[in-house]
């Protein structure tokens, strides 16, 4: 065991699937000597050397483009997106190419490839180095999407993720990189993608929520135990593609209240697609509209960033509402 941080986790993962693998291969901008902005990929250049962690020119189409490439050739390449606010130029390359390619060719060509990038708010990167666009590449056939929200789940869920014959996005919630720390396996181990995680049971409602918003959650559950005598049982998703509907429909029937809470924007976000998912499902089983806490539709702000972000306060006061109903 380890006692690490995400950061920590993230890079353990690396080094232990280019250690175990020799097509994994990582590349990005700063990532080899400077070992990223966030010193995600600090020391690997050492061990692994110039030819398998690659430094790349300030072009996150190639990053995205070159991945694509070795992937298609047999490699495992890991490619880092600097800030996911950054990853447009790639979007073509990620939903036109990395994305379709196995549906395009029948199943012949597989593209197993990992874009790591760090998201969202907290740490005063104003509306260029704080966005949360996880539902639109949710939206996209062929790639799958998941966010940890811990040191554990990050490195299993990284190495799963490497191992994977599709490709995936993996987005890191900069706002807890270093906010704890936990005990980490050293040596093999996965969280497979596509498995939640009941982080909290409960009785009363159900809060589903993933990456650095769980703990917001999380937070808001303890208040409403605390104070008003509410049961929540809070579900960290892990990742949005793949879903697991099951554990969702398990929870909602028990407690027959949904409550989501997602950092990014209202409109269109992924809290609506759970509120869609579960109106369409269990709504028979709901003693209170469904719920959801959120960003605003807005560029993401700096010095109000506060506001903007969900807080435990707003969490909870959905959940007296729910609960009240």
């Known amino acids: 065991m380890v006692n690490t941080n995400i950061v920590g986790a993230v890079n353990l993962a690396l080094k232990e699937e280019m250690e175990r693998d020799d097509r994994v291969v990582l590349l990005g901008e700063d990532i080899g000597k400077d070992g990223g902005v966030f010193r995600a990929t600090a020391g690997l250049i050492d061990i692994f050397g110039e030819e398998r962690v690659l430094d790349t020119p300030l072009n996150e189409s190639g990053i995205v483009g070159f991945a694509v490439g070795m992937a298609l050739k047999g490699m495992r390449p890991v490619a880092e997106i600097q800030f996911v606010d950054f990853i447009w130029p790639a979007a073509d390359q990620i939903i036109s190419e990395a994305a379709k390619f196995r549906y395009r060719s029948g199943g012949e060509f597989t593209v197993p490839m990992v874009i790591r990038s760090p998201y969202g708010g907290g740490v005063k990167g104003a509306h260029y180095h704080s966005q949360s666009p996880e539902a639109i590449f949710a939206h996209v ?85 605390e104070k008003h005598g509410i049961s929540c049982e809070v579900i960290d998703l892990r990742s949005m593609v793949p879903l697991d509907i099951d554990i969702i429909g398990r929870s909602v029937t028990k407690t027959g209240r949904f409550l989501s809470v997602t950092e990014a924007p209202r409109t269109a976000g992924f809290s609506a697609e759970l509120s869609a998912l579960v109106a369409e499902r269990w709504i028979e089983y709901m003693e209170s509209p469904i719920m959801r806490v959120t960003g605003y539709d807005t560029p993401f702000p700096m010095i109000l960033e506060g506001y903007y972000l969900p807080t435990p306060e707003r969490v909870l006061a959905k959940i007296v509402e729910s609960y009240k109903y």
């Open 141 to 225: 056939a062929g790639i799958k999407v998941a966010i940890p929200s811990n040191p554990y789940d990050a490195k299993g869920m990284l190495t799963a993720a490497i191992r994977d014959p599709d490709p995936v996005l993996f987005l890191e919630p900069k706002r807890i990189y270093r906010a704890f720390t936990d005990e980490v396996p050293e040596g093999d181990y996965t969280v497979p993608l596509g498995e939640a995680n009941v982080v909290q049971e409960g009785s009363d409602i159900t809060v589903v929520s993933y990456g650095s918003m769980l703990h917001v959650a999380m937070d808001a559950a303890l208040m409403a135990e």
